[in-house]
Nanobody, 115 residues
């Protein structure tokens, strides 16, 4: 059974930082493309960042200079380091693991950026 457990969300002031983690079990983690998406109230889910098994990355336009995605295959974990956070980054953040023919979502973790 595949499980994804996210952590690291919370309340942070504008300009602050957070690191999200997503720990996976029940899969061969290293073969998966990993990623983070977010969904704000009333908006569609959008790409934050993805990282392939070969190390290729892709970022949403407003995140590429502030966010960094990384993975630790030994720990079956994907991370999202978020710096210079803005109120518009407030959303539920979801991790995604996907490969050809299968994909798994985490349960989501709330990030709120507010003073």
């Amino acid at each position: 059974q595949v499980q994804l457990v996210e952590s690291g969300g919370g309340l942070v002031q504008p300009g602050g930082s957070l690191r999200l983690s997503c720990a996976a079990s029940g899969i061969i983690f290293s073969i998966y493309t990993v990623g983070w998406y977010r969904q704000a109230p009333g908006k569609q889910r959008e790409l934050v960042a993805t990282l392939t098994s070969a190390g290729g990355t892709d970022y949403g336009d407003s995140m590429k200079d502030r966010f960094t995605i990384s993975r630790d295959n030994a720990k079956n974990t994907v991370y999202l380091q978020m710096n210079s956070l803005k109120p518009e980054d407030t959303a539920v953040y979801y991790c995604l693991l996907r490969t050809t023919g299968s994909g798994y979502w985490g349960q989501g973790t709330q990030v709120t950026v507010s003073s």
